[in-house]
């Protein structure tokens, strides 16, 4: 079963969004259940109390009384939510504002008829995908299995790894070259001898060291410092001056 938001303070429009999610998942057998919000305050009490009950997919709407999309997503992220977010919105002037909250994608509300099943089974086949990608560390006793979109950035020295999470952190030995062989292509880059990040973590850039969205500080290398820099612009080219 997936478990889908929508949130809007349109109910006309999350009628109209429901009845396509629901045709659609017909259309390809997919098992769905959905919940409609008509407030950010809404679904943020919701998943306060049901945080148990994952919430896999969120539709969006970004500007909404009171509470906007991009404020409620981002209060969603800061509570742990990891699940995708899709931004409805009429104007891609938020994807600025928008970008340290990880949306997967901004749908147009004029073209939701069109993008609407594309983008949902795009964001279906990226669940499925974060279920494989992790790393399973050890470290004596006990077995840990990390998801690489948990991951911020790794500290490395010789075979000891330091994986920092939002929330958590967790060292282990381990043999690198396996460890960037599963990470390659991913979205992580080497910023300097010791340090690895996840780069849709990173919030600003600056002369010698990365900010992450953690308030962490990562040294960058005058050589990794290009590369790192194109890549990030070539992730989200509108959100970096």
């Known amino acids: 079963m997936v478990n889908i938001c929508l949130c809007d303070d349109n109910t006309v429009i999350l009628e109209k969004y429901e009845a396509s999610l ?49 404020e409620t997503s981002r209060m969603l992220r800061e509570k742990g939510y990891k699940g995708e977010i899709i931004y409805l919105t009429s104007s891609r002037e938020f994807a600025v504002d928008a970008y340290d909250t990880f949306p997967f994608y901004y749908l147009m509300k004029s073209e939701y008829q069109k993008k609407l099943e594309e983008v949902f089974l795009q964001a279906m086949s990226r669940k499925k995908e974060k279920i494989k990608d992790g790393i399973l560390c050890k470290k004596g006793s006990v077995m840990k299995r990390i998801q690489l979109d948990d991951i911020q950035f790794m500290e490395v020295y010789g075979r000891n790894i330091i994986i920092h999470m939002q929330k958590d952190v967790f060292e282990f030995i381990a043999n690198m070259e396996i460890i960037e062989d599963k990470i390659r292509n991913k979205g992580f880059l080497r910023t300097s001898r010791s340090y690895i990040v996840n780069l849709k973590y990173v919030k600003n850039i600056m002369k010698n060291k990365l900010e992450m969205y953690s308030g962490d500080m990562v040294p960058l290398s005058t050589k990794n410092s290009m590369a790192v820099k194109k890549e990030i612009l070539q992730m989200n080219p509108d959100s970096w001056n």
């Open 22 to 70: 629901k045709k659609t998942a017909e259309k390809y057998n997919l098992d769905i259940y959905i919940k409609i919000f008509t407030s950010g305050e809404e679904i943020i009490d919701y998943f306060e109390i049901f945080t148990e009950s994952h919430i896999d997919i969120i539709f969006m709407d970004i500007i909404m009384d009171r509470m906007n999309g991009v």
